[in-house]
């Protein structure tokens, strides 16, 4: 696709309850980030991948995340047992490679409400 | 954590006026970033600038980087309506592996 795809846009689920979030990077990016970013704050790092490894995790709350990118390409958010406190808005970014000097391109998130 | 702060949080002017965004960040980087993020959701990257420069334009946009005083600041020239948006700096750490840290924002609200 042209740019970074997010789905769903809108997620609402229940306290405890498992969710997946994904993200379809631009085509032929290798770096692949995400965030979380709540209302009026700036978007807060959780994980970058490099390929198919996780370059840097150290973004992520608790043991309850854990995001995947088992080809290099789609990535997968994982959080289990979600509580109140996980509602956001959930970014994905990717750049073209492992160069530092490259922008990011950001999909539109994912909406994340825990009831 | 995040890296960056920006100065000032809210910003409201007139159509047409200059506006001027701050941000300090803490340790070396790579490069310093600005994003634009309309209504809360996907950010659109405004321009780059690297630890070795000084000063870049991009059309209305102006960015200064003074890695001495660890700042930036963001200049939007003859600004309109639809620049009204939540503006954030970026930063690649000079030694960590590639994260881009942001900072808080600052919300710029432009008054026709």
């Known amino acids: 696709g042209a740019g970074v795809s997010q789905t769903p846009s809108n997620k609402v689920t229940e306290k405890g309850k498992y969710v997946e979030l994904r993200c379809d990077p631009i085509s032929g990016h290798t770096a692949l980030y995400w965030y979380r970013q709540s209302l009026g704050q700036g978007p807060e790092f959780l994980i970058y991948?490099?390929?198919?490894?996780?370059?840097?995790d150290s973004g992520l709350p608790n043991d309850r995340f854990f995001a995947v990118r088992p080809e290099g390409s789609v990535s997968t958010l994982k959080i289990q047992r979600t509580e109140r406190g996980d509602s956001a808005v959930y970014l994905c970014?990717?750049?073209?490679?492992?160069?530092?000097?490259?922008?990011?391109?950001f999909g539109q998130g994912t909406r994340l409400t825990v009831v | 954590s995040q890296q960056g702060e920006e100065d000032p949080q809210a910003l409201s002017i007139q159509e047409g006026e200059n506006a001027t965004m701050n941000c300090s960040y803490k340790?070396?980087?790579?490069?310093l970033q600005w994003y634009r993020q309309n209504s809360g959701r996907g950010l659109v990257h405004l321009i780059l600038i690297r630890s070795n420069e000084r000063e870049k334009h991009s059309g209305r946009l102006r960015v200064t980087l003074d890695t001495s005083k660890k700042s930036s600041s963001l200049l939007i020239t003859a600004s309109r309506a639809a620049d009204t948006a939540s503006y954030f700096c970026a930063t690649h750490g000079s030694s960590n592996t590639g994260k881009l840290i942001f900072g808080q924002g600052t919300t710029l609200q432009v008054k026709p």
């Open positions: 970014a990717s750049s073209l490679n492992n160069i530092l000097n490259t922008e990011a391109f």
């Open positions: 991948f490099q390929g198919t490894g996780a370059a840097d």
């Open positions: 340790t070396s980087i790579n490069n």
